[in-house]
């Protein structure tokens, strides 16, 4: 049996966290709930920056720049969407090469130069169509935003989108990498993270669809987007100034590279025979996954050619095999994909809140009294919910779930 390659598993850390100066990390000035705060800024800040451009854009677009309803939806879903898909990008850049940190902070500056460029396009007046009049609306002769007046708003757009993307994929885990999951006190403290973590979310979604979008509407668009623009600024610099206090972790080698090099090793080895004992496939002996029967035809992955000189066995086979820990993990992931599809429809659904449900609210009573809230905060009830249900989730039901599991996650 050829010895266990020390390359990287699936979501396996191989070295130990160390500081900015690349040296061993000193537990009692790293790291621990002062690092992840700083961090859990920048995740707010994002909410902020995105939701702050999102959950009102589609009033903008039919209401000032006079586009189709239709047409206005497919931009802000196209925008979020686009975000989300550049999340995948993010984390494999810091996966591969530059590490969380160094992409998060590249990416806060992306999205600090996007919701400025959004913010100037906005406020200038030769960045919109003629103003239309009741009459002129009725009777649909609104002059649309003109080609180069959706070009600038499009791009300013795509590149909030590429560092919110990139913001999105490396918060959490660079939060999750102040905390040693081998300490019992600070798994515990790893557990609340990521409920602080989603807490942060919907706090800055919560103050992004009232008081931005009540700005956006009364005072301006502008100050709005500013007002986003300067939060990710100030984000940035406190992720910055937090740099001594933070424990980083080398790149190690991007997930998706090893789920594809699996995949593609066992369409090559397609033609090799199963060997006759799983104990002769590369790496059964070091695998830190138990072994399973299902999907066997990734396990070709993992079969060694027999035609390997017993000169060169090692070096062939590390570039032709992979391990059984990476075949079993790459089940793992192929296992999930049913659940994962389940969240297609939900996000279907959601993202008719910042479109459609939008555009019905302008003709809808908002008055509340003397107060007419603005169409774009309807999802205010949404974020309520999360921060009710989260904060539930922490003091009750993880401590109750503690005492029945005995486990620090519940």
């Known amino acids: 049996m050829v010895s266990h390659h020390p390359s990287m598993e699936l979501g396996k850390a191989v070295d130990a966290a160390v500081d900015f100066r690349g040296n061993p990390v000193d537990k009692s000035r790293s790291g621990g709930w002062l690092a992840a705060g700083l961090i859990l800024g920048t995740e707010l800040a994002e909410r902020v920056c995105v939701m702050g451009i999102s959950m009102n854009l589609v009033t903008y677009l039919v209401g000032d720049l006079h586009l189709s309803t239709s047409k206005s939806a497919n931009i802000v879903t196209n925008f979020m969407g686009t975000l989300n898909l550049l999340a995948l990008l993010g984390g494999f850049l810091a996966d591969a090469k530059l590490g969380r940190y160094l992409t998060a902070v590249l990416s806060a500056a992306t999205a600090v130069l996007g919701t400025s460029l959004l913010t100037i396009a906005t406020s200038l007046r030769s960045m919109r169509p003629p103003e239309c009049n009741g009459l002129q609306k009725q009777l649909h ?29 490396n918060v959490s885990g660079f939060g ?59 984000a940035m610099v406190v992720l910055l100034a937090g740099t001594p206090k933070y424990r980083f972790r080398r790149p190690q ?13 066992a369409w090559r080895n397609r033609g090799l025979a ?75 659904v959601y993202s008719q809140m910042t479109t459609f449900s939008v555009e019905q609210a302008t003709y809808m009573n908002r008055s509340i ?37 005995h486990r620090p996650e519940g």
């Open 141 to 169: 002769e609104c002059v649309a935003a003109s080609g180069g007046q959706q070009g600038i708003l499009l791009a300013a757009l795509y590149i909030v989108a590429l560092g919110g993307g990139g913001v999105k994929a």
């Open 176 to 234: 999750s990498d102040q905390f040693d999951p081998n300490e019992p006190r600070e798994a515990r403290a790893m557990a609340f993270f990521f409920n602080r973590f989603y807490f942060c979310i919907s706090l800055g979604s919560l103050f992004s669809v009232t008081v931005l979008v009540y700005l956006q509407d009364n005072v301006g668009r502008g100050w709005g987007y500013g007002i986003s623009a300067a939060t990710m600024t100030t």
């Open 253 to 265: 080698g991007s997930p998706i590279t090893a789920v594809w090099l699996v995949l593609w090793r």
């Open 274 to 348: 199963y060997p006759e004992r799983i104990e002769e496939l590369y790496g059964y002996d070091s695998a830190t996954v138990p072994h399973t029967s299902r999907l066997r035809f990734l396990e070709k992955a993992a079969t060694m050619d027999s035609q390997a000189t017993s000169a060169s066995e090692g070096a062939y086979v590390r570039s032709t095999a992979s391990t059984v820990t990476q075949v079993e993990e790459v089940k793992m992931v192929i296992k999930l994909l049913p659940i994962w599809t389940t969240c297609i429809l939900f996000w279907t």
């Open 369 to 405: 009294g003397s107060l007419q809230y603005p169409a774009g905060s309807l999802s205010l009830f949404l974020f309520i919910t999360i921060l009710l249900v989260t904060s539930l989730n922490e003091k009750l039901l993880v401590p109750l779930a503690r005492r029945i599991t």
